[in-house]
Structure formats: structure tokens, C-alpha cells
């Protein structure tokens, strides 16, 4: 499999580092840092991911953790709880990606695909909520996000290698296809079964938001206020980072990720996430195909670059970008309706750079200088 960077990482860069991070930025970024942050702001992190964090140096941890880099950085209030405060996100997001996760043969998600076609499983509460909203999102966007879509992701090689070397015959895909839909996974009592022998979930497109929001649950009983907690780009903020500043995310310019497109004000308790073309692709036929499919077709979806979501909960966030991604710009409107407080940035996939924005987004984004003519509207 392809990638665009080494994976999706993040990293906040430390003092030392910073001169290293400003020169492997492109020029187009450091030109404008000037004119994006406020004075005396320095940008402190680099991320391979969509959204990262613009911060002055703060109290902040890296690990990685389900798949992708995660960093905890505090306000600078509390900068002595570093250690612990990470130490016990770190327990969250491993416990869940030892639940969760399609890629180890021992966890809750790997045996509901094994016993399919056989019995229910008795799984654990975080499995089954995380199972339950997934479904709620199915519902929602009327099957553009689907849980079930694993044989799908599997066929084109994005869960488990080898990627064909050409586009999937149509009779190959709608085999496949008639082992997704989110609407058969039955949950019950604690338990889960997937009907049909064949079956599988994939919690890729929502896991990583839920746990960022168990991992704030936690942080807040802990008593801290001021934090923010990034896992692959699934970003969700509380209080400050300082007293009179507020939490600020810059967001991936999907053709040129040596730069950004502008950035995100975030506000206490909101959340962040992003879909991309751009990070996770294969390469099939000498074409470039997304990680995310369109689970009415069975082809990986085309014609967006990125869609970035803000909503109150990480987990919504997660949950939303990929169907939001799914329906594009077209279909953006429908979905909404059924999702109010939700606001969404999405970049098509075409030249030049167009950022349409719903209104909440709209007052929390400032563009680029050289990206201002590209913001549009989205459902004023
Ligand atoms: P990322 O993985 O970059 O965080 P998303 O949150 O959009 O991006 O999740 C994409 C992942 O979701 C894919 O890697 C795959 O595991 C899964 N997925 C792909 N298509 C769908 C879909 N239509 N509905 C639900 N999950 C999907
Ligand atoms: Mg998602």
C-alpha cells in the first residue's frame, strides 16, 4: 500500500527542532506564518495528518497508539501533570485498539468476523457503544457510512495486502457488496452477530474518534481543564491553551502537504476530523484510488480531496467526515439536514483549490491570504 507521508503522523516539534521543522516546511507555509498567527506564536507542530496544531510551546506527549501517532498536550497551566495524563490516555487508546482493531486476530472485532454466519458474541460495553454508533451513523447517512463495508476495504488491499493490479471486475465487486450492510449487524443483551458467513466490520472510519472521547471523559474526572488530545487527527480541545488564547488547527492543504490552507479556532469541548484522498490510497491500473469506499457501488469514492468536520464530539466528527466524504459536495446538503450541528469544510478534488464552508465553519476557519478567493459558502 501507498502512502502520502510515513503514515499519518503527528508530531509536536520541541524548542530545539523548531528550526528544523520551519525549513522542511514548504515556502508557501513559512511565508504565511507571519500573517496566520498571532504575534509571538510559534507553530510547535507538525503533523502527517490533515489538522494539526499551532501552538506555542506547551506541555505535550507522543505515542503511537491504534495505527497512527497520538499527542496529549496540556495548557500550560498544568504542566507538571504531563506524565500521568498521558500515561492514562496511552491505557485508553491501547485498551481500545486491543477491542477494536481489524488488524489483531485475537480482538472483539476479529472474532464477531470469525463466529458470522455462526453465533453472537458477548462483547465488552466500549465495543458495543462503538457498535451502536456506528450504526446510528449508517442510519443517519442512509448507508454512505457503513460498518460492515470490511470485504470492501479488504478486496482493494487497504485492510490486508495484496492491492489487485487492476480495478476489481464488476461481477467480483457485487459479490463482495452483498456482504455489506450496516443494517444486518444485530446487537442485543451485549452481544454481536453478523448474520451472514463473510462478514466482517471495520470501526477504521469511527474508533479513533470514540476513544479520543473516552480519553477526554477521563481527562476532565482527572480534573484537567485545559487540554488537547489528537489521535491521528481526530483532535477534540478543553478549556485553553493559555489564558486569552484560544486552541488553533491548521488544516492540510490536500494538493501540497508541505503547506496549509488555513486554520481552525476550536473551542472548549469541540472536535475536529478529517477525511482525506490523500493519505491512505492504492494504486490500481496506474490509477489512484482512496481509502474510503461508497458502499452503494463498492468503488473507492472520487471527487473529493478532503472533508473536515467540527462537531460537539470527537466521535461525531470521526463518524461523520467519512460519509460526508462519501455523498461529496452534491449529497453534502441532504446529510446535513439529518445532522444540524455539524459543520463541515470540504475540498473537491479539482484545480484550482476550492474550500466550500457551512457557516458554523465559516466563522471558526481563516483562510490563507492566498486561499481567501477560494472559500465558499456552503447552505448559507
Ligand atoms: P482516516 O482513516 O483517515 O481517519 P476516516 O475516518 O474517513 O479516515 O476512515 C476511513 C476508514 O474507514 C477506512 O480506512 C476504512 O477502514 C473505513 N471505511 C471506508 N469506507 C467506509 C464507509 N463508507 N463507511 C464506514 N467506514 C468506511
Ligand atoms: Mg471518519
Same mark, same amino acid.
Given at each position: 500500500?501507498?502512502s502520502?507521508?510515513?503514515?499519518?503522523?503527528?508530531?509536536?516539534i520541541?524548542?530545539?527542532g523548531?528550526? @528544523?521543522?520551519l525549513?522542511?516546511l514548504?515556502?508557501?507555509?513559512?511565508?504565511?506564518?507571519?500573517?496566520?498567527?498571532?504575534?509571538?506564536?510559534l507553530l510547535?507542530?507538525?503533523?502527517?495528518?490533515?489538522?494539526?496544531?499551532?501552538h506555542?510551546e /506547551?506541555?505535550?506527549?507522543?505515542?503511537?497508539?491504534?495505527?497512527?501517532?497520538?499527542?496529549?498536550? /496540556?495548557?500550560?497551566?498544568?504542566?507538571?501533570?504531563i506524565?500521568?495524563?498521558?500515561a492514562?490516555v496511552q491505557?485508553?487508546?491501547?485498551?481500545?485498539?486491543q477491542?477494536?482493531?481489524?488488524? @489483531?486476530?485475537?480482538?472483539?472485532?476479529?472474532?464477531?468476523?470469525?463466529?458470522?454466519?455462526?453465533?453472537?458474541?458477548?462483547?465488552s460495553?466500549?465495543?458495543?457503544?462503538?457498535?451502536?454508533l456506528?450504526?446510528?451513523?449508517?442510519?443517519?447517512?442512509?448507508g454512505?457510512?457503513?460498518?460492515?463495508?470490511?470485504?470492501?476495504? %479488504?478486496l482493494?488491499g487497504?485492510?490486508?495486502?495484496?492491492?489487485?493490479?487492476?480495478?476489481?471486475s464488476?461481477?467480483?465487486i457485487?459479490?463482495?457488496?452483498?456482504?455489506?450492510d450496516?443494517s444486518?449487524?444485530?446487537?442485543?443483551?451485549?452481544?454481536?452477530?453478523?448474520?451472514?458467513?463473510?462478514?466482517?466490520?471495520?470501526?477504521?472510519?469511527?474508533?479513533?474518534?470514540?476513544?479520543?472521547?473516552?480519553a477526554?471523559?477521563?481527562c476532565?474526572?482527572?480534573?484537567?481543564? %485545559?487540554?488537547?488530545i489528537?489521535?491521528s487527527?481526530?483532535?477534540?480541545?478543553?478549556?485553553?491553551?493559555?489564558?486569552?488564547?484560544d486552541?488553533?488547527?491548521?488544516?492540510?492543504d490536500?494538493?501540497?502537504?508541505?503547506?496549509?490552507?488555513?486554520k481552525?479556532?476550536?473551542?472548549?469541548?469541540?472536535?475536529?476530523?478529517?477525511?482525506?484522498?490523500?493519505?491512505?490510497?492504492?494504486e490500481?491500473?496506474?490509477? @489512484?484510488?482512496?481509502?474510503?469506499i461508497?458502499?452503494k457501488?463498492?468503488?473507492?469514492?472520487?471527487?473529493?480531496a478532503g472533508v473536515?468536520?467540527?462537531?460537539?464530539?470527537?466521535?461525531?466528527?470521526?463518524g461523520?467526515?467519512?460519509?460526508?466524504?462519501v455523498?461529496g459536495l452534491?449529497?453534502?446538503?441532504?446529510? @446535513?439536514?439529518k445532522?444540524?450541528?455539524?459543520?463541515?469544510?470540504?475540498?473537491p478534488?479539482?484545480?484550482?483549490?476550492?474550500?466550500?464552508?457551512?457557516?458554523?465553519?465559516?466563522?471558526?476557519?481563516?483562510?490563507?491570504?492566498?486561499?481567501?478567493k477560494?472559500?465558499?459558502?456552503?447552505?448559507?
Amino acid at each position: 500500500m501507498n502512502s502520502g507521508t510515513s503514515g499519518k503522523l503527528l508530531a509536536l516539534i520541541p524548542k530545539s527542532g523548531r528550526r @528544523r521543522f520551519l525549513t522542511s516546511l514548504g515556502t508557501g507555509l513559512r511565508q504565511c506564518i507571519p500573517k496566520v498567527l498571532p504575534l509571538g506564536c510559534l507553530l510547535v507542530a507538525l503533523s502527517g495528518s490533515a489538522c494539526f496544531i499551532l501552538h506555542r510551546e /506547551l506541555p505535550s506527549r507522543s505515542f503511537r497508539s491504534m495505527g497512527g501517532l497520538a499527542t496529549v498536550t /496540556l495548557g500550560s497551566a498544568h504542566a507538571d501533570r504531563i506524565e500521568p495524563v498521558t500515561a492514562q490516555v496511552q491505557g485508553i487508546f491501547d485498551r481500545l485498539e486491543q477491542e477494536l482493531s481489524t488488524y @489483531r486476530a485475537d480482538s472483539t472485532i476479529s472474532q464477531l468476523a470469525d463466529q458470522a454466519g455462526v453465533a453472537p458474541i458477548a462483547v465488552s460495553d466500549d465495543a458495543f457503544r462503538v457498535l451502536s454508533l456506528a450504526r446510528h451513523f449508517g442510519e443517519l447517512s442512509e448507508g454512505a457510512f457503513d460498518v460492515t463495508v470490511a470485504p470492501l476495504v %479488504n478486496l482493494y488491499g487497504f485492510g490486508k495486502p495484496p492491492t489487485p493490479a487492476a480495478l476489481p471486475s464488476e461481477e467480483v465487486i457485487r459479490a463482495q457488496l452483498k456482504l455489506v450492510d450496516y443494517s444486518r449487524l444485530i446487537l442485543k443483551d451485549g452481544t454481536a452477530f453478523l448474520p451472514l458467513k463473510g462478514m466482517a466490520v471495520d470501526l477504521g472510519g469511527i474508533a479513533k474518534g470514540y476513544a479520543v472521547d473516552r480519553a477526554f471523559d477521563s481527562c476532565r474526572s482527572a480534573g484537567i481543564q %485545559n487540554f488537547l488530545i489528537d489521535l491521528s487527527g481526530n483532535i477534540r480541545v478543553s478549556g485553553r491553551p493559555q489564558w486569552g488564547e484560544d486552541w488553533q488547527i491548521g488544516v492540510r492543504d490536500p494538493f501540497d502537504r508541505s503547506r496549509i490552507i488555513g486554520k481552525i479556532t476550536l473551542r472548549s469541548g469541540m472536535a475536529l476530523a478529517t477525511s482525506g484522498n490523500y493519505e491512505r490510497f492504492v494504486e490500481m491500473g496506474g490509477q @489512484r484510488y482512496s481509502h474510503i469506499i461508497n458502499p452503494k457501488t463498492g468503488y473507492p469514492v472520487t471527487g473529493t480531496a478532503g472533508v473536515t468536520v467540527l462537531a460537539q464530539d470527537a466521535t461525531t466528527a470521526d463518524g461523520m467526515s467519512t460519509p460526508f466524504f462519501v455523498v461529496g459536495l452534491k449529497g453534502a446538503d441532504k446529510l @446535513r439536514q439529518k445532522a444540524p450541528s455539524v459543520d463541515v469544510l470540504f475540498v473537491p478534488d479539482k484545480y484550482p483549490t476550492e474550500i466550500w464552508l457551512t457557516p458554523g465553519l465559516a466563522k471558526a476557519f481563516v483562510p490563507l491570504p492566498e486561499y481567501s478567493k477560494a472559500v465558499k459558502l456552503l447552505y448559507p
